[in-house]
């Protein structure tokens, strides 16, 4: 039972292939510059790396040379390709449209690809990466299709609506989405299950807080609402995103700087955030690093995130009817013990209390309580997983039942 799990983008294809029996990762990759020349990168669980410079013009070149580099050679993981039950396919943008996981068929593809205005620079080359996978795999491999978008399709109108004239909706579907929906959802999953909470009676606020960021308000399984909008210029602070601004103070900035909105767009997008604040990177570990040496902006940056994260969180939680848990992840979620600690002493406010010691174990403790016993609302830390995620659902509406399988 092993299912191949695509990231694509516009000129790079990641991979992974997953054997679901034990969900152990058999190997993963990087095809990248797709469409200029060409370049594949392929580590293998045991730790065997290949790099290969091979010319892709297209997808579908890249995808022969990833089965080249995992049945062949010293990549070599599986005899062949018909090893593969099922491939997974990250989607960026479902709109409204998809509200779960689906098989992959001529008619998702060319949704996929008429979403573009929602994901301009995703959505068309994850079409493109679908078409080429198929003329690859034949019509017999099943290819599911996992949205960003989709684990959102719960939220009340209320939460996703834009308080704008309500034209904009009607006409053009200008509304909130939301992201990071797959992480989302197995940090979801995974979080009952480490606090022992029934799904149907309970309430978690998941922070996904990467290089992007975004909060999800789970009640009973759900999302019903989260901090990412129409794109994922929403919410928080992150790292060269700004998050929610004053869209008057930009209009001002247009106004006295003579920019156009798309010149303020890319400021919003690219230099604001972390990188905005400090001057100096967009990388927490280096502001983290600058801090202890006395960097006065980049400690200002790490509080300003810190501030507007806790303030998100305590707005998510009014979402819920119940808030048992609260649930880090992504690279600063899973990493930061700073972040972790500056953003509960905010929450005491709910009953949080987190424990020092437990908020310092390394990652690699994988999922984990950080909060003290006793404490009101509990704390965790789960590391995501969205390619697992993917894989799981491949496996499911794939309907992979092998020998192996039942065996
Ligand atoms: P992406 O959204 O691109 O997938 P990641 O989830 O990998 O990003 O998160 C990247 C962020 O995690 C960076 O800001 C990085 O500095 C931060 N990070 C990773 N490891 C640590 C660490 N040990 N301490 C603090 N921050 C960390």
């Avoid at 997953?18 to 990759?29: C, F, H, N, P």
């Avoid at 020349?37 to 579908?60: C, M, N, Q, S, Y």
Wanted: hydrophobic content about 40%; charged content about 25%.
């Amino acid at each position: 039972m092993k299912v191949l799990v695509i990231n694509a983008g516009s000129s790079s294809l990641k991979y992974q292939l997953i054997d679901m029996t034990d969900e152990s990762v058999l190997a993963k990759g990087l095809c990248e510059r797709i469409g200029v020349d060409g370049r594949i990168e392929h580590k293998r669980a045991d730790g065997v790396k290949v790099e290969k410079d091979l010319p892709f013009p297209t997808h579908k070149e890249a995808f022969l040379a990833l089965i080249d580099m995992l049945t062949t050679g010293e990549g070599k993981v599986i005899d062949s390709m018909d090893e593969i039950n099922a491939v997974g396919h990250r989607v960026l943008h479902g709109s409204e449209k998809y509200k779960v996981s689906t098989l992959v068929t001529d008619q998702v593809i060319e949704d996929i690809f008429a979403f573009r205005d929602l994901g301009p620079l995703h959505n068309p080359p994850q079409a493109t990466a679908m078409k080429a996978c198929q003329e690859v795999f034949g019509k017999d491999t099943p290819m599911v299709a996992v949205f960003d978008t989709s684990f959102h399709q719960t939220m009340p109108e209320k939460a996703y609506m834009f308080p704008i004239p309500y034209e904009y909706y009607e006409n053009d579907s200008i509304r909130r989405y939301g992201f990071h929906g797959t992480s989302h959802r197995y940090v979801s999953q995974r979080a009952l299950a480490l606090l022992g909470l029934p799904e149907q009676e309970s309430g978690l606020v998941i922070a996904h807080l990467g290089n992007g960021a975004s909060i999800c308000a789970v009640r009973n399984g759900r999302s019903v609402d989260t901090s990412m909008g129409m794109t994922p210029l929403e919410g928080l602070m992150m790292g060269t995103r700004s998050g929610d601004v004053d869209f008057g103070a930009m209009a001002w900035i247009a106004g006295e700087t003579r920019q156009t909105l798309s010149d303020l767009e890319r400021v919003a997008n690219t230099a604001s955030g972390l990188l905005g604040i400090s001057g100096l990177s967009s990388d927490l570990r280096v502001l983290e690093q600058a801090w202890h040496e006395g960097h006065a902006r980049a400690r200002l940056a790490i509080k300003t995130f810190a501030h507007r994260f806790a303030r998100h969180i305590a707005g998510h939680a009014a979402a819920l009817q119940r808030l048992d848990g609260i649930i880090f992840t992504g690279g600063i979620g899973e990493n930061s013990v700073l972040i972790r600690r500056l953003v509960s002493e905010r929450l005491t406010v709910f009953g949080l209390a987190m424990d020092a010691a437990r908020n310092q174990q390394p990652n690699s403790a994988g999922e984990r309580l950080i909060s003290a016993d006793g404490s009101r609302v509990r704390c965790a830390v789960i590391p995501t997983n969205e390619e697992r995620m993917i894989a799981l659902d491949a496996i499911r509406l794939g309907r992979i039942h092998t020998a192996a399988a039942l065996a």
